[in-house]
């Protein structure tokens, strides 16, 4: 079963830091391009960073762009999100997901249960 | 302000058939898959339609995506009650070079 767990996230100081992990299994991770989404309380899903399947082409939001990293560890089936210079409307739950191809531009198929953060 | 704009609201009664849009632009839509997400409260999306009509596994039949020009849409039919949630549309944005979300629809089966 494919399953990804993401953890790391908590109360954070504005212009704090914080790194998420997601643990992904049941799929060959090295294969697939993975993301982060949040949301905020009350409103809709939001992009924030996509990396390719070997990490080397990142993207991201322009409201990520500057202070949050995505990285991934292949060897250990772990995708990362450093986020750093916090702002109180990073408030928001956190996805990892899974591409459904080592392409980018395809799109998202599995996604872990959230992990929350909040700066205040 | 999404760059995809869907309806905030759809509502249905059991039995019916529900249509909810989104509407992008060349650059997402109109060059990209579209997909689409269900979510309920306090839960994490799951993939209803992905390549813009093709439904995973697990996905019933009465859940369908098409996709036309720079627009795309889900329809449910057979509307359950169980439907009721959250709905989101997504695409990859060439002139973003990112993902674009939809602003979401909230469904209400009466």
């Known amino acids: 079963e494919v399953q990804m767990l993401a953890s790391g996230g908590g109360l954070a100081q504005p212009g704090g830091s914080l790194r998420l992990s997601c643990a992904a299994s049941?799929?060959?991770?090295?294969?697939?391009?993975m993301t982060w989404v949040r949301q905020a309380p009350g409103k809709g899903l939001e992009w924030v960073a996509t990396?390719?399947?070997?990490?080397?082409?990142?993207y991201y939001a322009d409201s990520a762009k500057g202070r949050f990293t995505i990285s991934r560890d292949n060897s250990r089936n772990t995708l990362f999100l450093k986020m750093d210079n916090l702002r109180a409307d990073d408030t928001a739950t956190y996805f990892c997901a899974k591409h459904d191809q080592f392409v980018v531009t395809y799109g998202l198929d599995v996604w872990g249960q959230g992990t929350t953060v909040a700066v205040s | 302000q999404s760059v995809m704009t869907q309806p905030p609201s759809a509502s249905g009664t059991p039995g019916q058939k529900v249509t909810i849009s989104c509407s992008g632009s060349r650059s997402n839509i109109g060059s990209n898959y579209v997909y689409w997400y269900q979510q309920f409260p306090g839960t994490a999306p799951k993939v209803l339609i992905s390549?813009?009509?093709q439904r995973p596994s697990g996905v019933p039949e009465r859940f369908s995506g098409s996709k036309s020009g720079s627009s795309a849409s889900l329809a449910i039919s057979g509307l359950r009650s169980e439907d009721e949630a959250d709905y989101y549309c997504a695409a990859w944005d060439d002139s973003l070079s990112g993902w674009v979300f939809g602003g979401g629809t909230h469904l209400t089966v009466l």
């Open positions: 990396l390719s399947s070997g990490g080397g082409d990142t």
């Open positions: 390549r813009s009509n």
């Open positions: 049941g799929f060959t991770f090295s294969n697939y391009a």
